[in-house]
């Protein structure tokens, strides 16, 4: 989507509703208009309309958007990973499980289905993340939360933030 669309116009656009939402004023469409102060989170809803595109043929659209403020900073992660993931991850204070402790819940769906509930989004190590269907089965696709890849030269604190 971003090689057609304008990001500084996206970013604008996202600016002014965020500066509208906490009673600033903004300039739209040649006038100046002043926001009101809500006392609850908003949530803001962008609909997009893509012109002579038919998604079933054209999968060429994916991307990220980097939002000024982290939305949901209580999100738990866990780390799949190698011993040095591992490790690093038990540095920081985040869960991690290794090869040995997937290979204990031998595909065990209730278990697959309790850990998927315990956490909010998953990162594995790049040498595991092929082992995972394997080890686990498809729950945690299931679910929506297959792992994110972390590779050996990541900043593993950076990249769980980027997630958030």
């Known amino acids: 989507i971003m090689s057609k669309l304008n990001s500084a116009?996206?970013?604008?656009?996202?600016?002014?509703?965020?500066?509208?939402?906490?009673?600033?004023?903004?300039?739209?469409?040649?006038?100046?208009?002043?926001?009101?102060?809500?006392?609850?989170?908003e949530t803001i809803e962008a609909q997009i309309s893509l012109k002579n595109y038919d998604p079933v043929r054209d999968k060429r659209f994916s991307g990220t958007f980097k939002l000024p403020s982290v939305p949901r900073p209580n999100l738990k992660c866990c780390v799949l990973g190698n011993a040095a993931h591992c490790e690093q991850a038990d540095r920081i204070g985040v869960d991690h499980m290794s090869v040995e402790d997937l290979k204990k819940?031998?595909?065990?769906?209730?278990?697959?289905?309790?850990?998927?509930?315990?956490?909010?989004f998953f990162m594995a190590s790049d040498n595991m993340i092929?082992?995972?269907?394997?080890?686990?089965?498809?729950?945690?696709?299931?679910?929506?939360?297959?792992?994110?890849?972390?590779?050996?030269?990541?900043?593993?604190?950076?990249?769980?933030?980027?997630?958030?």
């Open 9 to 41: 116009l996206l970013d604008k656009a996202i600016k002014d509703i965020l500066a509208f939402a906490a009673g600033e004023e903004v300039h739209v469409g040649g006038a100046d208009k002043k926001g009101k102060k809500r006392n609850f989170t």
């Open 105 to 120: 819940l031998n595909k065990n769906k209730k278990l697959v289905k309790k850990l998927a509930k315990r956490y909010d």
């Open 130 to 164: 092929k082992q995972i269907p394997r080890l686990l089965g498809p729950g945690l696709t299931k679910a929506g939360k297959f792992p994110t890849l972390i590779s050996s030269s990541d900043d593993m604190q950076g990249k769980i933030d980027e997630v958030k």
